[in-house]
């Protein structure tokens, strides 16, 4: 029988998978349980550290590696990822005495990382280990050893490594948000280091921070529509805002009333009061109101333009999608 008549004869993936996600369960929860002093004693070397955190290991420990060094630096520690191969052929002169290096790999026997140890603990930088062996060349090495280790792999030959970068990444994890709340580092830190998830910032700012309220096209409900045509037609935004004496908002008029008016009656008298043919009492919003909430306004009332007023009903600004969105300013003068 070959191997895939063999393998499509099995029923038991799912129990399989709940297999491997209890091993590596199995695995974090018993790291969680020996953290100890040195867990703050690596907190407080990258905390106070001046330089840089270095991280560096070889194969799947590299990976993580690379993983937690990403998460540290868009989280407020500077950090970058050190290949010990590359180290020992000349990248190490990047390498600084107020740095702080993570070392990470399992066994703690990695011959090409183990070869680097003495030049990096020359360089006077302090030195945490990610390793399981406790009694290994790495930890003996290290001035801080955190406990990763692991009782089985979740591969079925123990050899793979699986829920020993399970717990690296977790335990990673757990210095990235610990240095957040060390750090104090914000929200708006955050999105400085994240510039390309500026759409999900702009969904939880308030509406005031992003609507226009100069040279807005608004006109009394007084004037001939003529005029209130010839605004709309400068404003540029498809709509012209119509209010009454005391600057409460009355209605508006849009490029979308202008041509069905001209469809349903074969023309629009220009010379009568623009009240006579706006819409009144349109949609409007609150400069109170989240980004997220106008999007979904007016994603259902398919409409582009929305005023913002205050309580009693005065004019405060006006938001166009395009804002909201982030798809450039529009421009509400030549």
């Known amino acids: 029988m070959t191997q895939d008549a063999q393998c499509t004869r099995r029923t038991d993936w799912i129990p399989l998978a709940r297999e491997v996600l209890d091993i590596e369960i199995e695995g974090i929860a018993a790291m969680r349980d020996r953290l100890n002093g040195g867990f703050v004693d690596a907190l407080t070397l990258m905390a106070r550290c001046t330089g840089r955190v270095?991280?560096?290991?070889?194969?799947?420990?590299?990976?993580?590696?690379?993983?937690?060094?990403a998460t540290l630096s868009s989280t407020g520690t500077p950090a970058f990822f050190l290949h010990p191969v590359?180290?020992?052929?000349g990248d190490m002169g990047m390498l600084r005495s107020d740095d702080v290096i993570i070392a990470i790999s399992n066994s703690g026997e990695t011959d090409e990382l183990n070869a680097i140890l003495p030049a990096l603990?020359?360089?006077?930088?302090?030195?945490?280990?990610?390793?399981?062996?406790?009694?290994?060349?790495?930890?003996k090495s290290a001035d801080v050893v955190l406990d990763t280790g692991v009782r089985r792999e979740a591969?079925?030959?123990?050899l793979a490594p699986t829920a020993s970068t399970t717990a690296v990444l977790a335990m990673g994890d757990a210095l990235a948000v610990c240095l957040i709340h060390?750090?104090?580092?914000?929200?708006?830190?955050?999105?400085?280091?994240?510039?390309?998830?500026?759409?999900?910032?702009?969904l939880s700012m308030r509406v005031e921070s992003l609507m226009h309220t100069e040279n807005l096209p608004v006109v009394r409900e007084t004037v001939r529509t003529g005029e209130?045509?010839?605004?709309?037609?400068?404003?540029?935004?498809?709509?012209?805002?119509?209010?009454?004496?005391?600057?409460?908002?009355?209605?508006?008029?849009?490029d979308g009333d202008v041509r069905r008016m001209v469809c349903r009656e074969a023309g629009v008298e220009t010379a009568s009061p623009v009240a006579n043919v706006m819409v009144r009492s349109p949609l409007t919003a609150r400069k109170e109101f989240s980004v997220a909430q106008l999007i979904d306004m007016m994603e259902e009332k398919a409409i582009t333009v929305l005023p913002i007023t205050g309580d009693d009903g005065l004019l405060l600004?006006?938001?166009?999608?395009?804002?909201?969105?982030?798809?450039?300013g529009v421009k509400f003068s030549r």
Request: some cysteine.
């Open 54 to 69: 270095v991280i560096t290991g070889l194969g799947k420990s590299g990976l993580v590696g690379r993983k937690l060094a």
């Open 86 to 89: 590359e180290g020992a052929h």
């Open 121 to 139: 603990r020359s360089l006077g930088a302090s030195l945490i280990a990610m390793t399981g062996g406790l009694e290994s060349t790495l930890a």
């Open 155 to 158: 591969c079925p030959l123990n």
């Open 182 to 202: 060390w750090k104090s580092f914000t929200e708006n830190d955050f999105l400085r280091f994240h510039p390309g998830g500026s759409l999900g910032h702009r």
């Open 228 to 254: 209130a045509l010839r605004v709309l037609d400068e404003g540029r935004l498809g709509t012209v805002l119509v209010t009454d004496g005391q600057g409460r908002l009355s209605g508006i008029l849009t």
């Open 317 to 328: 600004g006006v938001v166009h999608l395009h804002d909201l969105l982030g798809k450039g």
